[in-house]
């Protein structure tokens, strides 16, 4: 089977987890993992382990370019992992399989998400990782805005959620003449 990325290269059995096997290609580094295997292995695992908050110490190659499924032919799509992991993999919507870059399969499993590959595919996953992402926007464009503020006022943030009157509190500082007699 040829490498979906080099599309040169004969890719070989590697494991990527004790009983689980896949296809590696030593050109690019990327590995193909056919869903036929990984449900194999999954079904032979314990429940989903929790998600960790391991940082991935790794050099990743996510490519941006159209890859071919090299089981059935069809377009691998990319699907964002989120969850920290700054890239996406590329998963066949016909057989299933699933394409990782360099060092995306390690990262993934650094983080428990090896559990949940069919999750990281579905609508509910990537709408949370949009609207992930939506958030960091906002909260990168409050860190420019407030400029040197901007600890305080996460700082206050912080506080005040932690508040059992926060409404009140926040009327209270709302209120352009709060020191009335």
């Known amino acids: 089977m040829l490498c979906p ?18 296809l590696a290609c030593s050109g690019c580094l990327g590995v193909w993992l056919a869903r036929g295997n990984y449900d194999a292995w999954r079904a032979r695992q314990p429940a989903a382990q929790p998600e960790t908050a391991t940082a991935a110490q790794m050099e990743f190659t996510d490519t941006h370019q159209a890859k071919l499924c090299p089981e059935c032919g069809h377009l691998l799509l990319p699907y964002r992992v989120g969850h920290g992991l700054p890239f996406s993999i590329d998963y066949c919507g016909a057989c299933g ?42 909260e990168q464009t409050y860190r420019r805005l407030l400029g040197t503020a901007y600890g305080q006022a ?24 709060p020191d009335r007699k």
């Open 5 to 22: 990325l080099c599309q040169k290269q004969t890719m070989t059995a590697v494991d990527f987890a004790p009983d689980l096997t896949g």
């Open 97 to 138: 399989g699933v394409w990782f870059d360099r060092n995306e399969w390690d990262a993934i499993k650094a983080r428990n998400l090896h559990y949940n590959l069919h999750d990281i595919v579905s609508a509910h996953w990537q709408t949370s990782v949009r609207q992930a992402d939506v958030q960091a926007a906002i």
């Open 154 to 177: 996460a700082e206050m943030r912080a506080w005040l959620r932690a508040q059992p009157q926060k409404g009140l509190i926040l009327a209270y500082l709302a209120d352009a003449q």
